[in-house]
């Protein structure tokens, strides 16, 4: 990224998140953004995942420069390039895990029986094989949030974005998923964390 700005109008008041922010990370790098509350790291995340386009700047994806794409496009890009893992898991709570590591799939257009294959391998990947057909209320914290890295993995993104993944998790599964982390970055996934 290359002089990222980002400001929003909170009625007649203009906020600054984000000023003149340059940034290079390079293909299977491990990095973490750290900073106080309000500091604009979830700002700065949510642009690098395609979720949010900087007020101005420059920023350049795999050779691609998304800081100018539409909406569409972003949303493609997101899909093939980049998996989510958020601090409050983000899960469908009526589907059940199979249905929830799923759904970028169908987003993508892969066909029935090769979702089938690859929801099941990225569920059993996260160690959950036997949890597949359970509900998100029917897991623990820290099984949901395996879950979570699953639907991450399932369109095989070679960015994984994890923002505050462990902060609603006891410091044992925080450990836990932390090694999880460690384990996607010595497979060659480029990660970033807040």
Same mark, same amino acid.
């Given at each position: 990224i290359k002089g990222i700005t980002k400001t929003y109008k909170i009625g007649n008041q203009v906020v600054e998140a984000l000023k003149s922010i340059y940034l290079d990370i390079y293909e299977n790098e491990y990095v973490a953004l750290m900073g106080p509350s309000g500091s604009g790291k979830s700002t700065l995340m949510n642009i690098?995942?395609?979720?949010?386009t900087p007020t101005s700047g420059q920023y350049i994806l795999n050779q691609t420069d998304v800081s100018k794409l539409e909406d569409n496009d972003l949303a493609e890009i997101r899909n093939k390039e980049i998996g989510f893992?958020?601090?409050?898991?983000?899960?469908?709570?009526?589907?059940?895990?199979?249905?929830?590591?799923?759904?970028?799939?169908?987003? /993508?257009?892969?066909?029935? /029986?090769?979702?089938?294959r690859r929801t099941e391998q990225a569920i059993a990947r996260v160690g959950l094989a036997n949890r597949m057909h359970h509900k998100p209320n029917e897991l623990s914290g820290g099984q949901r949030q395996r879950v979570a890295i699953a639907r991450a993995l399932v369109c095989n993104p070679s960015i994984i974005l994890a923002d505050e993944p462990t902060g609603n998790l006891d410091s044992k599964t925080g450990t836990e998923i932390m090694a999880m982390l460690d384990e996607l970055h010595a497979g060659g996934h480029t990660i970033i964390l807040v």
């Amino acid at each position: 990224i290359k002089g990222i700005t980002k400001t929003y109008k909170i009625g007649n008041q203009v906020v600054e998140a984000l000023k003149s922010i340059y940034l290079d990370i390079y293909e299977n790098e491990y990095v973490a953004l750290m900073g106080p509350s309000g500091s604009g790291k979830s700002t700065l995340m949510n642009i690098l995942g395609c979720l949010d386009t900087p007020t101005s700047g420059q920023y350049i994806l795999n050779q691609t420069d998304v800081s100018k794409l539409e909406d569409n496009d972003l949303a493609e890009i997101r899909n093939k390039e980049i998996g989510f893992v958020f601090q409050t898991f983000n899960l469908v709570p009526r589907s059940d895990v199979f249905h929830n590591v799923e759904l970028p799939l169908i987003y /993508a257009g892969v066909g029935k /029986a090769e979702r089938k294959r690859r929801t099941e391998q990225a569920i059993a990947r996260v160690g959950l094989a036997n949890r597949m057909h359970h509900k998100p209320n029917e897991l623990s914290g820290g099984q949901r949030q395996r879950v979570a890295i699953a639907r991450a993995l399932v369109c095989n993104p070679s960015i994984i974005l994890a923002d505050e993944p462990t902060g609603n998790l006891d410091s044992k599964t925080g450990t836990e998923i932390m090694a999880m982390l460690d384990e996607l970055h010595a497979g060659g996934h480029t990660i970033i964390l807040v």
